[in-house]
């Protein structure tokens, strides 16, 4: 179980995957247990989130990206930012007393430690790929036909790429801040 350099550690890490895929699902399951609408929690929470940022910050203070785009841009770069932060602080936050908060497995039998800081993080990064999946889908919303096999990704009301479904490729544009190239 001891290990001397990082190798060791990832390799520790591989070898109890299946204990740290059920120990990061358990974490999961017991963080929302309590709550009124359970796991929908998950999909919940990052939305009143955006809302309430939507509100505060786009349209009391009317923040915008550099004075252009629209609120809704300005939302969804902030949410961006926002996704990051919150898994790094849950991250931290709950890891520096995880140890202690499982006594159980640290005295009463042989367990890998090494493992339950990665259980914070695997939980985080569950939320936040959650919480990307949102974001993927409000963008989204800045996908418009352009031409009958062309369809065009626009955020912030510049044009990004256009993706081909003829050729089936995403081609990104050379210069996204200099003037429309494709016209509606």
């Known amino acids: 179980m001891k290990y001397a350099s990082v190798k060791g550690g990832i390799r520790n890490l ?84 995880v140890i202690r908060s499982q006594p159980n497995f640290i005295k009463k039998v042989v367990f890998p430690v090494e493992i339950l800081p990665m259980v914070i993080l695997g939980s985080a990064i569950f939320n936040a790929v959650v919480n990307f999946t949102i974001l993927f889908i409000l963008i989204l919303k800045g996908l418009r036909q352009v031409e009958d096999d062309v369809w065009l990704v626009s955020f912030m009301d510049y044009d990004m790429a256009y993706f081909d479904m003829e050729s089936s490729r995403v081609q990104t544009l050379e210069n996204p801040f200099g003037p429309k190239v494709l016209g509606m």
């Open 14 to 97: 591989i070898e109890y995957r299946r204990l740290l895929g059920t120990l990061i699902t358990r974490d999961l399951r017991v963080k929302y247990r309590d709550t009124f609408i359970g796991f929908w929690w998950v999909l919940i929470q990052p939305l009143l989130m955006l809302s309430t940022y939507a509100l505060v910050f786009g349209y009391i203070f009317g923040s915008r990206w550099q004075n252009k785009g629209s609120t809704g841009d300005f939302v969804l770069l902030l949410f961006c930012g926002l996704i990051i932060y919150v898994m790094f602080s849950d991250t931290v936050n709950r890891a520096t007393t």
